[in-house]
T-cell receptor, first 116, second 114 residues
Framework: AQSVAQPEDQVNVAEGNPLTVKCTYSVSGNPYLFWYVQYPNRGLQFLLKYITGDNLVKGSYGFEAEFNKSQTSFHLKKPSALVSDSALYFCAVRPRFSGGYNKLIFGAGTRLAVHP | DGGITQSPKYLFRKEGQNVTLSCEQNLNHDAMYWYRQDPGQGLRLIYYSQIVNDFQKGDIAEGYSVSREKKESFPLTVTSAQKNPTAFYLC?????????????FGPGTRLTVL
């Protein structure tokens, strides 16, 4: 079965330190990869996506993600965390062949807590 | 959240009642989606629509119904047949259904069954 794993329920980081939120996937072929962020009682906001090309993708709010095909991973990173980055982060994968519609498979989410 | 509105923000329902959640978008997107979010789980797809007057079941469609009479509107009805409807419901849209199209989300509706 196709799946997305976010192995950490919560990540704690001190403000100013680099952060990494991990995502691995089990999807056949070469899927497209997405990161979204959710603030409390809000919808998901799109951060970035990997389609093809450079393995390092830059997105909104200073976030970037690194695609690693051999490890089937797409980890989200930021060089210097802000308290305002504290939120719930979702990794999502779109299989290249999914019956003709834009199907996204979501991970369970990782809560990022940035401490002052 | 810009461009996609959902109402109401909070909704309370008695057991046995049907309720309808509204989703409107002004992005001129062809495709629209409904997801359900439960604590500790990722989003699960309820229904999707690729074009007006057409919609398809997602992974957890039982107990839900939708319509797509206008391009900008995709209301979701939670029927009394849905056994555990308390959840956070998210509507999304995308330009089309091309594999690289990004889905954009509305602010969500929190439904609580009393």
């Amino acid at each position: 079965a196709q799946s997305v794993a976010q192995p950490e329920d919560q990540v704690n980081v001190a403000e100013g330190n680099p952060l990494t939120v991990k995502c691995t996937y089990s999807v056949s072929g070469n899927p497209y990869l997405f990161w979204y962020v959710q603030y409390p009682n809000r919808g998901l906001q799109f951060l970035l996506k990997y389609i093809t090309g450079d393995n390092l993708v830059k997105g909104s709010y200073g976030f970037e993600a690194e695609f690693n095909k051999s490890q089937t991973s797409f980890h989200l990173k930021k060089p210097s965390a802000l308290v305002s980055d504290s939120a719930l982060y979702f990794c999502a994968v779109r299989p290249r062949f999914s019956g003709g519609y834009n199907k996204l498979i979501f991970g369970a989410g990782t809560r990022l807590a940035v401490h002052p | 959240d810009g461009g996609i509105t959902q109402s109401p923000k909070y909704l309370f329902r008695k057991e046995g009642q049907n309720v309808t959640l509204s989703c409107e978008q002004n992005l001129n997107h062809d495709a629209m989606y409904w997801y359900r979010q439960d604590p500790g789980q990722g989003l699960r797809l309820i229904y999707y629509s690729q074009i007006v007057n057409d919609f398809q079941k997602g992974d957890i469609a039982e107990g839900y119904s939708v319509s797509r009479e206008k391009k900008e509107s995709f209301p979701l009805t939670v029927t009394s047949a849905q056994k555990n409807p308390t959840a956070f419901y998210l509507c999304a849209s995308s330009i089309g259904v091309t594999s690289t199209d990004t889905q954009y989300f509305g602010p969500g509706t929190r439904l609580t069954v009393l």
